[in-house]
C-alpha cells in the first residue's frame, strides 16, 4: 500500500524557515517523479514544486522561486521541502504527492499533509 | 501560466441526481487535465486523469470529457459519499495548476 507521510510543520516567523519532510513507503519512490502541493487555510490547492526521480530536474511555482529548494534521499525513500524566507501568504497544509505515470505529472497518492503557520 | 476556471464555485444537488461541472482551461492543454476530489480534513483523490480515463477503483458513475480547452466531470447517480470539492488540475506545461473547486452540496 502506497503511503506517504509528511513531518516537520509548525509555527514561524515571518522571514524564518522550516524544512518539511515526506517518508515514503509501499512503493520504490526512486522510480518516480514527486511533487509538493499546498492549500492554504479554506483555499484550493496549488502545486509549488516538482523533482525528478534522480534529482536532476526540479521546478516550482515562480512565488517560491529562491525561496524553496526541493530535494529527496532515494536510500531513505524520503522528499524534503525546504522553506526559507517564509512569509504569511505561505501559510497552508503541505502535501507530498507521487505521480506513478512515467510520463503524465498528475499526482496519483497524497500524504495526509503537514500545517505551516507564519506568524509573527 | 495557465489558468484553470471551473463553474459552478459550487451547487447543491440531491442523492441520485445526475450533475456535471466544468473546467476550463486559459489555453489548449490537449487531454492533460486530471479531476480529484477532496473532504473536508483529507487530502485530495485522484479521480480521472487523461480527462476521461478513470482511476482504478473510482466508480464507475463519475465520467469525464473533453479536450483542448474546455473539460467536464459528470455524476450519473450522486451518492451520499459524493458529497465533496472537485478540482481539476492541468499538466500541460508548468507551472502545474488547479481550478478554484468545485463544492458539491447535498440540497
Known amino acids: 500500500e502506497v503511503q506517504l507521510v509528511e513531518s516537520g510543520g509548525g509555527l514561524v516567523q515571518p522571514g524564518g524557515s522550516l524544512r518539511l519532510s515526506c517518508a515514503a513507503s509501499g512503493f520504490i519512490s526512486s522510480s518516480y517523479w514527486m511533487s509538493w502541493v499546498r492549500q492554504a487555510p479554506g483555499k484550493g490547492l496549488e502545486w509549488v514544486a516538482n523533482i525528478k526521480q534522480d534529482g536532476s530536474e526540479k521546478y516550482y511555482v515562480d512565488s517560491v522561486k529562491g525561496r524553496f529548494t526541493i530535494s529527496r534521499d532515494n536510500a531513505k525513500n524520503s522528499l524534503y521541502l525546504q522553506m526559507n524566507s517564509l512569509r504569511a501568504e505561505d501559510t497552508a497544509v503541505y502535501y507530498c504527492?507521487?505521480?506513478?505515470?512515467?510520463?503524465?505529472?498528475?499526482?496519483?497518492?497524497w500524504g495526509q499533509g503537514t500545517l505551516v503557520t507564519v506568524s509573527s | 501560466a495557465i489558468r484553470m476556471t471551473q463553474s459552478p464555485p459550487s451547487f447543491s444537488a440531491s442523492t441520485g441526481d445526475r450533475v456535471t461541472m466544468t473546467c476550463r482551461a486559459s489555453?489548449?492543454?490537449?487531454?492533460?487535465l486530471a479531476w480529484y476530489q477532496q473532504k473536508p480534513g483529507k487530502a485530495p483523490k485522484l479521480l480521472i486523469n487523461a480527462a476521461s480515463t478513470l482511476q482504478s477503483g473510482v466508480p464507475s458513475r463519475f465520467s469525464g470529457s473533453g479536450i483542448g480547452t474546455d473539460f467536464t466531470l459528470t455524476i450519473s447517480c450522486l451518492q451520499s459519499e459524493d458529497f465533496a470539492t472537485y478540482y481539476c488540475q492541468q499538466y500541460y506545461s508548468y507551472p502545474y495548476s488547479f481550478g478554484q473547486g468545485t463544492k458539491l452540496e447535498i440540497k
Open positions: 504527492a507521487v505521480t506513478l505515470s512515467r510520463i503524465y505529472k498528475y499526482f496519483d497518492y
Open positions: 489555453q489548449g492543454i490537449s487531454s492533460y
